[in-house]
C-alpha cells in the first residue's frame, strides 16, 4: 500500500501519509476477519463511505468490558488459525537437514562487510568452502567439524543451515584454491582494477571517485569508491588501471 502510494504522487508522497494510514487501519484484514480499526476500539469506523449508527453498539459498564474480552479472544483464536495455515504452507516446502558422523560437508562463507561500500555478491564468488567431516551431533541443529589447522582461530561448532552436504564423485573433484577468513567466517573482497574516475561535488566539495571492478565480478557490478579510501587501503591498484 505504501509503494502505491509513492507510485501514485510521487516526490509529495509524504504528505499523503495519513490518508495512506487511515486505507490500512481501516481495510479488511484477513488473518483476523476484520479491520485494525474495529480490531483495536471494538467497532468500525465511521466515514462518509462505511456509515453506521452510533446507537447500534451502545454499551456501557460490565457489558462494555465483556464484549471487549470476548473480541480479543476472538482475533487471538483467528490469529492462531492464520499462523497453522501458513505454517502447514511452509512444512510442504520445508525438509529437514540431519548429517551422520562421518559425512563431509561445505562450509558457508560470505564476503566481509568492511568500509568498502559492496552489496552484491558476484557469480563466481566464493559461497562454500571444504570438504570438512562431522565429527558430533551437537544439540538439535548444530555440528561440530574437524577444520583444518589453518582454520584453527574459528569455532568448531556450525548451525545446520551453514552446511551443504557433499554428494562425491571422484572423477570430477577439482582442488579450490583456499581463502582467507576471519573468524566469523568472513572473507575480504579484492579489487582487481580502477576502470573510470570522476569527480562529484558533494556539500559544496569535489571529491575525486573512482570505479572498481572486482574479483569475481563483471564490469557492470564494477562499484564507485571513493579514491582516497582506496588508495589508503588498496596502493597497487593506481599502477594498473584499465581504460575501457
Known amino acids: 500500500m505504501l509503494r502505491a502510494c509513492i507510485h501514485e504522487f510521487g516526490r509529495s508522497w509524504d504528505t499523503y501519509l495519513p490518508l495512506d494510514e487511515f486505507a490500512y487501519n481501516n481495510s479488511f484484514q484477513s488473518s483476523i476477519q476484520m479491520a485494525s480499526y474495529e480490531a483495536l476500539y471494538g467497532r468500525r469506523c465511521r466515514s462518509s463511505i462505511g456509515w453506521f449508527e452510533a446507537g447500534e453498539t451502545n454499551l456501557l459498564g460490565p457489558d462494555l468490558v465483556q464484549e471487549a474480552m470476548d473480541k480479543v479472544q ?11 495455515r501458513q505454517k502447514s504452507y511452509a512444512d510442504k516446502r520445508r525438509r529437514d537437514l540431519v548429517f551422520t558422523i562421518g559425512d563431509k560437508v561445505f562450509l558457508r562463507v560470505s564476503p566481509m562487510k568492511g568500509v568498502m561500500r559492496f552489496g552484491k555478491r558476484g557469480k563466481l564468488s566464493h559461497k562454500f568452502i571444504g570438504l570438512y567431516e562431522i565429527l ?3 544439540g538439535a ?3 561440530r567439524l574437524a577444520l583444518p589447522p589453518e582454520l584453527s582461530f574459528i569455532h568448531l561448532v556450525f548451525h545446520i ?3 551443504r552436504k ?3 564423485d571422484s572423477s570430477q573433484i577439482i582442488e ?5 577468513l576471519d573468524e566469523k567466517l568472513s572473507y575480504e573482497k579484492e579489487p582487481m582494477a580502477i576502470v573510470d574516475r570522476q569527480v562529484r561535488n558533494l556539500r559544496s566539495r569535489e571529491i575525486m571517485f573512482v570505479k572498481v571492478l572486482w574479483r569475481n565480478h563483471t564490469i557492470e557490478e564494477a562499484t564507485w569508491e571513493v579514491e582516497k579510501d582506496m ?4 596502493p597497487h591498484l593506481f599502477s594498473l588501471q584499465v581504460r575501457t
Open 166 to 168: 557433499c554428494i562425491s
Open 136 to 138: 558430533d551431533r551437537v
Open 74 to 84: 476472538l482475533i487471538r483464536q483467528r490469529l492462531l488459525t492464520a499462523q497453522s
Open 176 to 180: 579450490a584454491p583456499t581463502i582467507p
Open 161 to 163: 543451515s551453514m552446511l
Open 231 to 234: 588508495q589508503a587501503k588498496y
Open 141 to 143: 541443529v548444530a555440528y
